[in-house]
């Protein structure tokens, strides 16, 4: 049977806006690429369970030139494309960097890189979008040039047992916040990482009580025990995701975990690979594989269904790479590349 995921786009060149593709996994191949809705640079997509999509987009004032950013959100259960918004919010000073959706307490949170914000949205039963909460992430800034223009929220989602994270690449940060059913943010703690690291996302396991944080500036994957009860995260180890010997630029970008918890995958955006780590019991890594994205600038990637395949985007040749996964060794094995996809940035499974 196949399977379907959003995919989220720069709209710079080529894209119009939010498209979805089939993995057909018999066939082991990507195929169906389909325009789903308009938006601009709609780069990261959430869905919820009753099948609301939603995008980060942006939109201009025809009279006063004045753009805004927030989100559209559509109706997934329609079937005709594109489709057209049923909602939408613009109230920040540019798109934000992330996306995500709280099912349980019908809210969305986004992370606002360019304007160092993060902000919680309460969800009505019609679809109607409310601002609940706003927090500017605050810090000393790192040395690197892309922090000093200021704190950079990059990432926003839930943890395991329900609190909110958010990942600051401008401070070196990394955030945890208690969010209440109306959207409220309390901040819990916060991890100060090294300076320059440039945190960008994160991904946990709570079976073995840890973290993992790339660090795009640095091109490292940290390892963060993580203390539940308390809310607190801190430091283990640090590895590189790049060559010992790679002197061109790099920046390292998403983060995914298996669900047996056994391997970490990081992709490389300039030395374009995908660094494959197991995961022993206590959460250590070791680096197993980096294999080839086949095409330039990796921004994302994500499982298949059963994760029995890997499906990456590359942003600049516009196209998306398929591999198998051994789910053993947890090494990828190309299966397909040049599937044209426009611009692509993130990939989403379809619920």
Not at 60 to 66: A, I
Not at 85 to 108: F, M
Not at 185 to 205: A, K
Request: contains cysteine; proline residues 4%; negative net charge.
């Amino acid at each position: 049977m196949t399977e379907t995921y959003l995919i989220g786009t720069y709209t710079r060149r080529i894209s119009k806006g939010v498209y979805q593709l089939e993995l057909d996994p018999d066939n082991q191949k990507l195929q169906n690429l389909e325009f789903v809705g308009e938006a601009i640079d709609p780069t990261y997509i959430a869905e919820s369970k009753n099948k609301r999509i939603y995008a980060i987009t942006k939109v201009k004032d025809e009279k006063t030139g004045d753009v805004s950013g927030g989100f559209y959100e559509w109706d997934g259960t329609q079937t005709t494309y594109p489709l057209a918004p049923i909602a939408g919010i613009h109230d920040q000073e540019t798109s934000p960097a992330y996306i995500a959706v709280d099912d349980n307490r019908k809210l969305v949170f986004t992370a606002n890189y360019h304007a160092g914000i993060v902000s919680t949205y309460k969800i009505a039963e019609n679809g109607a979008i409310s601002l609940a909460d706003r927090i500017m992430d605050k810090g000393t800034l790192g040395f690197r040039p892309e922090q000093q223009d200021g704190p950079h929220p990059h990432y926003i989602n839930l943890t395991p047992d329900n609190r909110l994270v958010v990942v600051d690449l401008g401070v070196d940060k990394v955030y945890l916040y208690d969010v209440d059913d109306s959207g409220k943010l309390t901040p819990v703690s916060e991890l100060q990482m090294e300076d320059g690291y440039g945190p960008r996302h994160i991904t946990f396991d709570a079976k073995k009580n840890v973290a993992y944080l790339v660090g795009e500036l640095s091109s490292n994957v940290a390892v963060l025990d993580y203390d539940a009860q308390a809310g607190k995260l801190s430091l283990r180890n640090i590895l590189s995701t790049i060559p010992d010997d790679w002197t061109e630029h790099n920046g390292a970008a998403a983060i995914r975990l298996s669900s047996d918890g056994r391997f970490v995958y990081v992709s490389n955006r300039g030395n374009n690979t995908i660094a494959v780590f197991s995961s022993d019991t206590a959460g250590n890594l070791t680096l197993v594989q980096r294999i080839a994205t086949e095409g330039d600038f990796p921004r994302d990637f994500n499982f298949s269904d059963d994760e029995s395949f890997v499906i990456c985007l590359n942003q600049n040749s516009d196209n998306a790479t398929l591999y198998a996964r051994d789910a053993q060794s947890g090494k990828l094995t190309m299966v397909q590349k040049d599937f044209a996809v426009p611009e692509g940035v993130s990939v989403l499974r379809r619920l």
